[in-house]
């Protein structure tokens, strides 16, 4: 067992051995099945029990050598009996289990180990072009992630540059599954898995730079977040060519866990222009995306939500960070701001969408609803407590405004659902009158213009609501 290529240089002979047996009589063929499953185990003891670091290049080449040999005898095999159960695309979704072990057996892994991957994994794509079976894609791109999440785990809490190769190693096999799902879910658009499997390669690489933002301490977020905007422009270009648009409020919700989880974790006041400067930035592609390939998403709806709810996403970040680094008594222009762009691309939407485009509704709703919660979040940003409620009582009438202008059910529900929540925080919370001491003067208190407004909100939306 410390001679590993002497020791499987046999296994090998009784594999061809068996599968020539198999190839000639077709009666035996759950033989492949047994010898395959024999084999793997095999691999599997010597792995977890005989693996050094100066066996791994050469239990590497075992890995592949197998692989490969069972992945082509099974191709053939299904060529010549086309009848039977086809599982060549599983065989080498097994090489990357065995491929997994040294990860979880060894201390400190080499970057030779990658490129076997990436030979593993490009052909498994490869096998789905020639099968039209996505399945082993999806496992494959779950088992080459859940590798690196390993190999991550296996660093250093404290790291500075060496985050790189980890880093690169995401980026490149991120964008390797997001053209390779893009490409397959175009080609067999009916294939079991065919939608799933373009998000899930967008999604996993960032729930590995997430996993990594959250174990170790990384003082200057550039390096996740440059790999983050190049998976992102990555993702918005594949959103462009393939007309896959569910793409862009994946990368958009993606982004923004990602900038949560640093700030959660590493964020110092300190050292707050350049995490600003990326959230804004971040902002800025995702709001100006449909914008620029305005003829191409004239009629779609989800990259224009996507730029719309950016806002609302980056916005939450900024409030916190600027209040945390630079606290101060005019945070209400903080909303002011963000209106800004929700309010340019509604006019937008107005002046270059006509009235027989099918999202314009929608597109309208999105951007004018959007504007609507800054313009309303002033209140409650600035003023405080009680503040908060006549907020959403004003919001909620705002859109019940909205939706008599653009008649979006969504507007509507929305409204609604605020204006309840105000209500029930009136009229069913005891703590409300609790939120200042009354003064001396009767009547004309806070209670007054609180309850006065929400009921006026209410009021109002109702009279807008009425057909």
Partial sequence: TERPVLLYTFVLGINVIALRVV?????????????????????????????TPELLPHALGIFLAFGLLHTAFAV??????PNQVPFAGWVPVITLVLLLMPVLCLDAISLSMWPVILL??????????????????????VLTLITAGAWLFRWPREIGFTLMPFLFVIGSFAILFGIASSFLSRKLPKAAFSALLPVSSAVLPFLLLILATLRLQIANPSPVFGLALLLTVFLLGLVRISGITALAPTALGCVLALEWAWH????????????????????????VFPLVF??????????????????????????????QTWPNEMMGLLPVAFAIAPL????????????????????????????????????????EKQWITIGW???????????????????????????????????????????????ETP?????????????????????????
């Fill in 23 to 51: 190839w000639h009589q077709s009666r035996v063929g759950i033989a492949q099945s047994i010898i395959g499953t024999l084999t793997f185990l095999h691999l599997s003891i010597w792995t977890a029990d005989r693996l």
């Fill in 76 to 81: 053939l095999m299904e060529r010549k009996a």
């Fill in 120 to 141: 593993v994994d490009l052909l498994i794509i490869g096998l789905a072009v020639m099968t039209g079976r996505l399945m082993p894609v999806l496992a494959a791109l």
């Fill in 264 to 287: 959660q974790q590493s964020f110092s006041v300190e050292q707050a222009t350049t995490p600003l400067l990326w959230y804004l930035g971040f902002y800025a592609i995702f709001t």
């Fill in 294 to 323: 305005q003829k191409q998403f004239a009629t779609r709806k989800l990259p224009w939500i996507a730029s719309a709810a950016a806002g609302i996403g980056t916005f939450s970040l900024v409030y916190r960070l600027v209040g």
């Fill in 344 to 383: 340019l691309c509604l006019v937008f939407v107005l002046k270059h969408h006509g009235t027989e485009n099918p999202a314009r509704l929608t597109q309208l709703a999105w951007f004018g609803g959007v504007a609507l919660f800054f313009i309303t979040l002033i209140f409650p940003i600035q003023f």
């Fill in 393 to 439: 009582a004003l919001e909620g009438a705002a859109l019940c405004w909205l939706f008599r202008r653009v008649p979006h059910p969504g507007l509507r529900g929305t409204g609604t659902v605020l204006l309840v929540a105000s209500f029930v925080r009136l009229a069913l919370n005891p703590a409300v009158l609790e939120y200042q001491i009354r003064g």
């Fill in 443 to 467: 009547i004309l208190n806070w209670q007054l213009y609180a309850y006065s407004l929400s009921a006026l909100a209410m009021f109002f939306a109702a009279f807008w609501l009425t057909p």
